[in-house]
């Protein structure tokens, strides 16, 4: 490893990493361990690294997801206006929990933070289109129209 990529504890930097494993998830869906290893070794920096880059950032996957990944913010503006309600709603709807992908591979549902629709709370993602103002009665209707 070269000493440029240590900092002055000893700890490697991971500045500039961003972008590549942007690029990567655009080019294969998610990071596998093989394509985080490979980063690792062009990138001179541990495997554990970059695992801990791309794990701390929720558009990061490190495990395959569904076609559509639905994102529900679980900050406390959207806690407080009843995020669990349109959670389990999701899961009358499609039968997943947060972090699980449906069998048929059609829908991934993830927790994330503020997604700055704090003004819509509770609100979501499903893919790059956001839905605030949720309901557990609306889910229906949005998960039907993909
Ligand atoms: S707190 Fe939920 S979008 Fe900001």
Redesign the pocket.
Known sequence: MSDKKKTTKGAESTAGLLPGLKSEVEQKDYLSKETMAAVAGQTGLTLNSVYGVASFYAYLPVSPVGKNVIKV???????MKDVPAVVEGIGREIAIGPGQTTPDGKFTLELV??????D????MMINDKLYGDLTAEKIAGILKSY
Do not use: D, K, T
């Open positions: 913010c679980s900050c406390l503006p959207c806690e933070s503020c997604m700055g629709a704090c819509q709370a509770p609100a």
